[in-house]
Structures are given as C-alpha cells and as structure tokens.
C-alpha cells in the first residue's frame, strides 16, 4: 500500500493509498479514524477523481466524525467512572 496523495483540510487529516487495484481513504481526527475503500473500476480511474468525490462529501464525513468522537467521549466517561485505583497502604 502506498500514499498517493492528500485532500486538505483545516481540521482532517485525509490521505488516499493505493493497493492491488484499490483505493483506500482514510480521515483521521484526534482519536477516531474512517476508513473508506474503493475498488478501481473503468469509473474509478484516477486520484484526482477519488479526491473529487471526498471533497464533495466532506460535510458528511465531518457529521460521522463528530458522532464517533461523542461515542468516543461516553466510552470513555465510562471507563473513568469504573477506574477505581486499589488503596495502597
């Protein structure tokens, strides 16, 4: 798998790899991370063509990342609500 190139974005980080006839997105934001994959086909011919069809999604991707990032914040409430550190005498 290799990079072949980057959608920019102020607050994403958004890079598109390449392998085996496929390609992968992934959009990373703190500690939650999506990952789209795309098999190539006569449609799908180039980056530039993934990158087009991301950049128009951008608006979505950012909803389903601020969702995983509230799941990812109640996972954790929880697990800080369950720590209790033994007594050390």
Known sequence: MR?????E??????????????YSVQVEDGQVTQHYKLR?????????????LFTAELEKITETNMRMQAVMAAVAQGIADKDELPKII
């Open 9 to 22: 974005h102020p607050l994403l980080k958004i890079t598109i790899f390449h392998n085996d006839n496929k």
């Open 40 to 52: 190539e086909d006569t449609s799908l011919e180039s980056v530039d063509m993934v990158k087009s």
């Open 3 to 7: 990079i072949v190139g980057e959608i």
